[in-house]
Structures are given as structure tokens and as C-alpha cells.
């Protein structure tokens, strides 16, 4: 319990009522009335009337706005509440204690009573308006600061990202390209390339790690690097499965990423392996059904989840002719959402690719980008969306 010397002489700290002089600071003692509450108490609650201010004689609170700790303090004479009392308006955050903490709690009735008496204390409240809008301004002021310094990071992080994919289509006298990559947030998890291969082959590669944001983008950067380490070294299809695997492996956190990598061979073939991944669409000829080749292995990372051995990888091997069509995607495709809640779905999808599959692989990609974004009208973008369309010469 404080004594009243020592409540004389916290209150003769305090911004509130520092100019008063002793004989109406004894009279405030009378009206201070020291209370206590342990760790993870509430002093008041958003939306509560407005009757009591508090000064902190020691310990730690938080301030709660809309149920997010905004604000911490744990500074001696600290005012809290005293808003509500002058515009007799609901309390406009929640106060919690960080830990056990201790106050002098002066009523709206005496709080008026005690200012009708001595003028100064208004003077003393004007103080403690003017630290708090200064702080305000302050705490503002830095997070503005913040807010710019994470969009900063965020446009420079989506550019490296943009940078990863490449920077031409596929031209070549047996396949030519077209591809798209558009992630949810400034920077995604969504990653495809394509790679020439020493014997004329053409590789392409498209991969969709767990979720979105840094750490997804973190992992697909990653998984270009492995590429470009791993093609030249030896291109097949299990070692480069392999070679993913491990960077995934390798990191300290659970993610995982599904993903689609296929050789193109000049000989009318192309050998592929899906990891998790929605199937491929490959249109023979004029035949409107596609064949779908579908994963025959888990996303990469879940191995080192589960109980079941890692992956042994191969590839399974298909035969191209020319007019064939292969369109790979990523499920931010098929699983986008129109206002109603529906899906967009594969078999729209299917379908459009069958009915527009005549044109060029670039007017192909705009076709279902434009339905996609129609079916979609408004809708917030979920996941990221990626799109590769190969057409065989």
C-alpha cells in the first residue's frame, strides 16, 4: 500500500497534476484510490462507459483496439481513460495488464468536483492530451515509415520474383510456347521455365509451392537454382526430380510444392513426371477429349512427413505429333471462384481449350486468361495463377 508521502509525491510526477501545488495535491490524495490487478486483467473493455481515469504507479498494460494489441506501456504516471471523461463517450479501446499492476484510479465525479476547485488541472489535462497526440503522431509516423519500407521490399522482391521467369517463349521448329505467371500477392509461390537442352531437347518445367508470400517465393527461386545446377550436370527426369526434392528437403520448415517437369524430344516424343500436380492436357489431332496425364507421385516434401520411403522417380514417356496441343496450369486456375462460391472447374476449362484449340498457343493463353477473369468479374484473386501452353509443330 503507498503511503500518502508516497502518493504525494508520485502524483507531483505525474504531467496531470506536476503545477499543483501541495495543499490541493494532498486533497487529490484523498480522491486517488489505489488499486491493483494481477497479469492478464482487464481494466476496461472496448465500448464500456467512461468513468474512472487511471494512473500507473508500476507494471505493464496494453492497448486493444477492434481485438489487436496495438500498443504497450509500462511508464510511471502514465494516464489512462481520461478520453471517455472529458467527451463522456464509450471507452474507445480495451486496457489489459501485461503484468501484476498497480494504479491510482480517480472517479468522473471527483475528477470534475477537484477541476472545478483548482483550474490548473485542466491545464495538466491539456498536457497530457498534447503528449499523447505528439506520441500519436509519433507511433504513426513510423509505421507510415514501416509501411513504406515493407512496399519497397515487396515491389523489389515481386521484380526478382518477375525475373525468374523467362524472358522469351519457347521458338522452335517442333514446339513453340506461351506462358503466364501471376501470383495472388505482390510475390507468389508459382514458378515455370523452360530450358534448351544439349541434345535439342526442350524441358519445361512448372512448379506451385505450398501458400504464397515470401517464403513461397524464397522456395521457388530455390527450385531455379536447382534447375540451373542440375541441367547441365544431368537433365533426365528422375535426377532432376531428385535434385528438387533435396532443396526441399533441405529446408527447415514444413512446405511442400507439387510440380510438372517434361522433356520435349525432336523425335516425336516427350518423357514427363508429375508430383502432386493438376494433370496435363494433351489434344491429339482433332479429337476434342484430352488425354490427361495426371501425377503418379506425391507433392515434393510430403516424403519426409510420412512414414513411406522417399520418391523413386521415373518418367513415363508419350508420343507427339504435329497439331497436338499440351497445356500445363496450376490450380489457381481451375479452383478460381466467381461471386457465387463456384469453382471455375476443369471441365470448363477442357472445354475451352478444345473449342479455341485451333489458335496460336498466345491467343490460346489470352482466350483463357479472358474467361477466367470473366467468370471471375470482381472476385478477389486467391491463390496464384500460372498457365503454359506448348503447341507441337
Known amino acids: 500500500m503507498l503511503t500518502e508521502a508516497d502518493k504525494l509525491q508520485f502524483l507531483q510526477k505525474t504531467e496531470l497534476f506536476s503545477e499543483l501545488p501541495q495543499t490541493e495535491l494532498k486533497s487529490i490524495c484523498q480522491i486517488a484510490n489505489e488499486v491493483a490487478y494481477p497479469a492478464d486483467a482487464t481494466l476496461f473493455e472496448e465500448g464500456d462507459e467512461g468513468d474512472s481515469l487511471y494512473l500507473m504507479v508500476d507494471g505493464e498494460v496494453s492497448i486493444i483496439k477492434a481485438g489487436t494489441e496495438v500498443l504497450f506501456f509500462n511508464e510511471k504516471g502514465y494516464c489512462l481513460g481520461e478520453i471517455a471523461l472529458i467527451d463522456n463517450k464509450p471507452r474507445s479501446a480495451t486496457v489489459k495488464t501485461v503484468k501484476s499492476t498497480q494504479f491510482l484510479r480517480i472517479t468522473r465525479h471527483d475528477f470534475y468536483?477537484?477541476?472545478?476547485?483548482?483550474?490548473?488541472?485542466?491545464s495538466g489535462m491539456f498536457r497530457v492530451?498534447?503528449?499523447?497526440?505528439?506520441?500519436?503522431?509519433?507511433?504513426?509516423?513510423?509505421?507510415?515509415?514501416?509501411?513504406?519500407?515493407q512496399e519497397e521490399s515487396m515491389r523489389l522482391a515481386a521484380e526478382v520474383q518477375q525475373s525468374l521467369l523467362p524472358d522469351q517463349e519457347i521458338s522452335h521448329p517442333y514446339v513453340s510456347s506461351a506462358g503466364y505467371c501471376r501470383p495472388a500477392n505482390s510475390v507468389g509461390g508459382d514458378y515455370?521455365?523452360?530450358?534448351?537442352?544439349?541434345?535439342?531437347s526442350i524441358a519445361i518445367f512448372l512448379g506451385d509451392v505450398m501458400g504464397h508470400g515470401y517464403h513461397s517465393a524464397m522456395v521457388a527461386a530455390m527450385t531455379k537454382s536447382c534447375l540451373q545446377t542440375q541441367i547441365p550436370f544431368d537433365a533426365s527426369v528422375p535426377e532432376v526430380m531428385k535434385a528438387i526434392t533435396r532443396v526441399i528437403e533441405d529446408s527447415q520448415t514444413f512446405i511442400y510444392m507439387t510440380c510438372c517437369y517434361l522433356i520435349i524430344h525432336p523425335d516425336n516424343r516427350f518423357e514427363f513426371a508429375n508430383a502432386g500436380h493438376p494433370q496435363m492436357l494433351l489434344y491429339r489431332g482433332d479429337n476434342g477429349d484430352p488425354l490427361e496425364l495426371e501425377s503418379s507421385f506425391m507433392p515434393i516434401g510430403f516424403?519426409?512427413?510420412?512414414?513411406s520411403e522417399s520418391e523413386q522417380y521415373y518418367s513415363t514417356e508419350v508420343g507427339w505429333h504435329s497439331g497436338d496441343l499440351l497445356v500445363l496450369y496450376s490450380d489457381g486456375i481451375t479452383e478460381a471462384f466467381n461471386p457465387d462460391a463456384e469453382m471455375y472447374g476443369l471441365e470448363r476449362l477442357k472445354a475451352l481449350i478444345s473449342e479455341k484449340r485451333h489458335l496460336s498457343p498466345l491467343e490460346i493463353k489470352a482466350e483463357i486468361l479472358s474467361d477466367l477473369q470473366a467468370y471471375q468479374q470482381d472476385e478477389s484473386v486467391n491463390d496464384d495463377i500460372t498457365l503454359v501452353v506448348a503447341k507441337f509443330l
Open 113 to 122: 468536483n477537484a477541476m472545478a476547485r483548482e483550474p490548473r488541472i485542466g
Open 129 to 149: 492530451l498534447n503528449d499523447k497526440i505528439r506520441r500519436d503522431l509519433e507511433i504513426q509516423m513510423s509505421a507510415i515509415r514501416k509501411e513504406i519500407a
Open 303 to 307: 516424403s519426409r512427413f510420412s512414414e
Open 192 to 200: 515455370y521455365d523452360y530450358l534448351r537442352l544439349s541434345d535439342n
